[in-house]
């Protein structure tokens, strides 16, 4: 499977991934994460139904809070 993830090329030797599956192979271990598949926002209570497929864009975004 190939796609794109976060503007970067990366291939997988599977077909399929669930969000969850992509960020563990990824190794994105920060708590507070957005997710957006082909533009589309993902809930977090869906990254474990959520598909990524073959030609996806996938963008993974690490939130930062401060003040």
Same mark, same amino acid.
């Given at each position: +499977?190939? $796609? /794109? @993830?976060?503007? %970067?090329?990366?291939?997988?030797?599977?077909?399929?991934?669930? /969000?969850?599956?992509?960020?563990?192979?990824?190794?994105?271990?920060?708590? +507070?994460?957005? =997710?957006? =598949?082909?533009?589309?926002?993902?809930?977090? %209570?869906?990254?474990?139904?959520? $598909?990524?497929?073959? *030609?996806?864009? =996938? +963008? =993974? @975004?690490?939130? /930062?809070? *401060? *003040?």
């Amino acid at each position: +499977m190939d $796609i /794109i @993830l976060n503007n %970067r090329n990366e291939s997988f030797d599977t077909d399929q991934l669930t /969000i969850n599956e992509l960020l563990a192979v990824k190794n994105f271990t920060f708590k +507070m994460l957005v =997710v957006k =598949v082909n533009g589309e926002l993902v809930r977090r %209570r869906d990254f474990d139904s959520s $598909i990524v497929k073959n *030609g996806d864009d =996938v +963008m =993974v @975004l690490h939130l /930062i809070t *401060g *003040g």
